[in-house]
């Protein structure tokens, strides 16, 4: 284990270098690039001994992928923003073949108008491509997270691809500490690709198929509980990393300082590491808050967050996120776990950070600070729009 | 937390020099952590761009830039105004790249550009200003930093890198202003 000084993108590369796929397909865009490069350096000094390929677009990169993996490869890729917008079509090619592909996205503000910077609408606008999606807080989770999501992904009962995003600049261009594992740490984790799922000529199957009303349903079932799967899968994955690298990790939720808490912030994403501290500096004003840290959206942790907020008096969420003409995804999502559970609590919804905004610890306060009131409140942090969802 | 501003102009390092600065932080002590990074957008030679080190015995979970910083580094003296005196917390200090004399306790000035001239052939004086940081700030050793010079360099740029931030850090310690 070598103790590192990477940002957010030079770590998930070390990541994928120890995980070690045969072929990687990548188009460049912005602020995903440094990922790319550097595994193609790795390819280049053959510290990773994989196929790189240079496709014209992030169409063609998803394509490429998905080819290598229908042929039994381990395959990834990685994108941004536009780039994953432009290869949504084959984001449902690849979950409804079932190809465990692995995908960065480094999440970035969507166009118009135009901006690089950090948001979330990108991933979370493709919610419902059936693809998993995690969303990491730090450089180190970013590393052991290229290494768990092909473990969870290529689970036979899961068999379905995994996005992980990575907040655009804030963490893929921050410079943080990191431990990098030893590849023989790695290997030790992480299997190699076996599947039945692959064109291969001595056990003949038909892939990639069309599928007409009788039974195309069925499918989609199949595919929805493959992702359900995933649950389980995370949770033997998590415990397998724990005993190989010693760090632990808390499932499909991060649940701080919630156990007595009366007023609790859900969030996700790199934001997290700012509400973390706020909740610490307000305990030691013994004030009863804490933080809800969503980590994986899909599968959607209903059950645990009914659990940490059963006794809450209050909860807001904080996404970068809007549904226009509704209200953040993330809020709507919550509330429907809440509802399910029967939790009447009072669950506000505020928007920040949208185009890579800047959110301070003295507004992760004052929501705090609204909580108090005990109303449902929505709104955008720092602009208003209060109440005009309703 | 000590948090650091560095300023500089795009092409002069001055996000490599607060990189440099994180690493060797990490590398001087296995409790420490450190963030760096740039004021992020699209880079352009020339134009003024700031870069950010957070260092704290602890992780550090603010990613923002850093408002009120405990040193603000200054790589080129054309970029120190006045409002360099509003991001700075009440008893921060100001490390400058200047050929005057400046008669401000706060700030230690000294002729980066020449020695840079002299040792690196360049006026490029991120590494200049790092070593010269290293002999005002007691958490991190000039070893420190020429560690982390050897871990995250090219090694070509190894020997005149680190001859220039021994000079700079012994030209501080004199107390020889430009």
Redesign the interface.
């Known amino acids: 284990m070598a103790r590192k000084f990477l940002s957010g993108n030079e770590a998930f590369a070390e990541g994928i270098r120890l995980a070690g796929p045969q072929v990687i397909s990548a188009y460049p865009i912005t602020p995903q690039t440094i990922v790319v490069e550097r595994l193609s350096e790795m390819v280049e000094e053959g510290s990773l001994s994989a196929e790189f390929i240079h496709v014209e677009s992030e169409h063609s990169a998803l394509s490429c992928a998905i080819g290598a993996s229908a042929v039994g490869a381990r395959a990834f890729t990685a994108t941004s923003s536009q780039g994953l917008l432009y290869m949504a079509e084959c984001l449902t090619y690849a979950s409804g073949g079932r190809f465990p592909i692995v995908m960065m996205n480094a999440n970035r503000s969507t166009a118009l108008p135009w901006n690089i910077y950090g948001d979330q609408r990108d991933s979370i606008s493709l919610l419902d491509s059936g693809w998993i999606q995690c969303y990491v807080e730090n450089a180190q989770e970013a590393l052991d997270l290229a290494l768990m999501s092909y473990y969870i992904a290529e689970k036979k009962e899961v068999s379905t691809p995994f996005m992980v995003n990575l907040d655009g600049f804030v963490l893929t261009h921050t410079y943080e500490v990191t431990d990098v594992p030893e590849k023989e740490q790695a290997d030790a984790f992480l299997p190699g690709y076996e599947t039945e799922n692959k064109l291969d000529p001595d056990h003949p199957r038909n892939l990639g198929f069309s599928v007409g009303p009788e039974h195309n349903m069925a499918f989609k079932y199949k595919e929805h509980l493959g992702i359900l799967h995933a649950k389980e899968a995370v949770r033997e994955a998590e415990e397998r990393f724990a005993q190989i690298f010693g760090r632990q990790y808390t499932g499909l939720v991060e649940a701080y300082r919630t156990e007595d808490a009366s007023f609790v912030l859900i969030t996700l994403g790199s934001i997290a590491g700012l509400v973390r501290e706020t909740v610490d500096r307000l305990r030691e004003r013994g004030e009863k808050v804490g933080l809800l840290r969503i980590r994986y959206l899909r599968p959607f942790p209903n059950k645990e967050i009914a659990e940490v907020l059963g006794n809450v008096r209050a909860a807001a969420v904080l996404e970068k996120d809007i549904s226009f003409g509704n209200e953040g995804t993330v809020f709507s999502n919550v509330n429907s776990a809440l509802h399910k559970a029967g939790i009447p609590v009072p669950v506000s919804g505020y928007i920040g950070g949208l185009g890579g905004r800047n959110i301070s610890s003295e507004e992760i306060e004052g929501i705090f600070e609204d909580l108090k009131s005990e109303k449902r409140k929505t709104m955008f942090l720092g602009l208003g729009g209060e109440g005009e969802w309703v | 937390m000590t948090e650091i501003i560095w300023h500089g102009r795009g092409g002069q390092g001055a996000f490599t020099a607060a990189?440099l600065l994180?690493?060797a932080f990490?590398l001087a002590d296995?409790n420490?952590?450190?963030?760096?990074?740039?004021s992020?957008?699209?880079e352009r030679r020339g134009a003024p761009i700031r870069a950010f080190t957070k260092l704290c015995g602890g992780?550090?979970?603010?990613?923002?830039?850093v408002e009120q910083a405990d040193y603000s580094i200054f790589l080129d003296e054309t970029l120190f105004t006045e409002t360099a005196y509003e991001e700075l917390k009440p008893d921060g200090r100001i490390l400058l790249n200047t050929k005057q004399e400046v008669k401000d306790p706060k700030v230690t000035a000294l002729d980066g550009d020449g020695l840079a001239r002299e040792i690196l052939g360049l006026p490029i004086t991120n590494t200049v200003m790092l070593g010269a940081f290293t002999a005002l700030f007691p958490d991190i050793s000039l070893e420190d930093a020429e560690a982390?010079v050897r871990q995250?360099m090219p090694e070509r740029l190894w020997m005149k890198n680190i001859a220039a931030m021994e000079k700079a850090a012994e030209t501080v310690r004199k107390g020889a202003i430009s």
Request: no cysteine.
């Open positions: 990189k994180g690493a990490i296995e420490h952590f450190a963030l760096a990074f740039p992020f957008g699209p992780p550090v979970g603010n990613r923002s830039e982390a995250y």
